[in-house]
């Protein structure tokens, strides 16, 4: 199985403040990579898909880039509705895996 | 607008049987895949398997074939999740999603909308 280890596990900021969450990949994946928001108590949005294509709807202060085994998630000017838990995904062999999240948390 | 209406939250002993469904509305439901996700309390998101309802094609995550059953109904367009025995350790939210490509592949698909969710506590 793929191995996705996300860095950090959780991350403090402020609103208008630049996050960025990596994730890395146990071998390579291509661009075979998704990333999700995931509020509490809510369903899992994505946001990016195959790394660096946003979904249609997410705002544009969301992108991702990498390829291969490395990988980031950036969020620029980090809004009160943004702060969640962020899991990357890859889907490029089976069984498809999840990295293990990070929380993005006021500070 | 693409919809995915789950189930209600279930209480159930251990040993018991139970079926979830996951309804899809506003697509063509036989030509995209519906994944199931589980996500035990306070943890991340697993993949426990993917079906295409054209032919019920189906694929399960290695750790949980033989665990649960993925069906699908394409006349109700409706998919299941189903327990023949739950376990405490089957306590968890699931979710079901939706492949983002109306492609036969499910590797290099991406899965939204997602659906509500449902919560199966499993207790003595």
């Known amino acids: 199985d793929i191995q996705m280890t996300q860095s950090p596990s959780s991350v403090s900021a402020s609103v208008g403040d630049r996050v960025a969450i990596t994730c890395r990949a146990s071998q390579g994946i291509s661009n075979s990579l998704a990333w999700f928001q995931q509020k509490p108590g809510k369903a899992p949005k994505l946001l990016i898909f195959a790394a660096s294509s946003l979904q249609s709807g997410v705002p544009s202060r969301f992108s991702g880039s990498g390829s291969g085994t490395d990988f980031t998630l950036t969020i620029n000017s980090l809004q009160p509705e943004d702060f969640a838990t962020y899991y990357c995904q890859q889907a490029n062999s089976f069984p498809l895996t999840f990295g293990g999240g990070t929380k993005v948390e006021i500070k | ?124």
């Open chain 2, 1 to 124: 607008e693409v919809q995915l209406v789950q189930s209600g939250a279930e209480v159930k002993s251990p040993g018991e049987s139970l079926r979830m469904s996951c309804m899809g509305s506003g697509y063509t439901f036989r030509n995209y895949w519906i994944a199931w996700v589980r996500q035990m309390p306070g943890k991340g998101l697993e993949w426990i398997g993917f079906i295409y309802p054209d032919d019920s094609d189906i694929r399960y995550n290695p750790s949980f074939e033989g665990q649960v059953t993925i069906s699908a109904d394409r006349s109700i367009t409706t998919a299941y999740l189903q327990w023949r025995s739950l376990k405490a350790s089957d306590t968890a939210m699931y979710y079901c999603a939706r492949g983002k490509f109306s492609s036969r592949l499910v590797l290099n698909n991406y899965f939204d909308p997602w659906g509500q969710g449902t919560l199966v506590t499993v207790s003595s």
